[in-house]
């Protein structure tokens, strides 16, 4: 499933699924045009935070080079929880880096990320690591 899929739907969209610390994490990217949604949902969450993060600068050309390159979160991106129980200070951790992985690799990206994370993040760069692998494979961006 390389390829984004346009059969029964007309939007871009990638599924992959990979095993995270023994648990089997599903990930799935749609492209609209004018969001950019992200899910990641194991088998054991029914449904977990939903961040909107847009992705614009506040201005154009505000980027620093240096957070361009390193693997630090960007500052200008800042999740706001749309539905669920995202005041963990973990769910935020992985909508800041899941948002910057995107942002770095789409540069100019105009749209709103809304990140669904129904998964059961643990204190572990491991696992967010894995993580951020997982939606690198449904990357539609």
């Known amino acids: 499933m390389n390829e984004p899929q346009h059969d029964r739907c007309p939007i871009p969209q990638k599924k992959d699924s990979a095993q995270i610390n023994g648990v089997l994490i599903h990930a799935e990217a749609l492209g609209f045009t004018d969001k950019l949604v992200i899910s990641l949902k194991d088998e054991r969450e029914a449904i977990g935070p939903i961040f909107s993060i847009p992705l614009a600068l506040p201005r154009p050309g505000l980027l620093l080079k240096s957070e361009e ?24 951790v ?48």
């Open 69 to 92: 390159s390193c693997g630090l979160p960007m500052v200008h991106l800042t999740p706001a929880v749309l539905l669920g129980g995202g005041s963990q200070d973990r769910f935020q």
């Open 94 to 141: 992985y909508a800041v880096q899941i948002s910057s992985m995107v942002s770095r690799q789409a540069n100019g990206e105009s749209r709103t990320l809304i990140l669904s994370l129904g998964i059961a993040p643990i204190e572990d760069g491991k696992m967010l690591s894995a993580c951020l692998n997982l939606v690198e494979k449904v990357r539609i961006w």
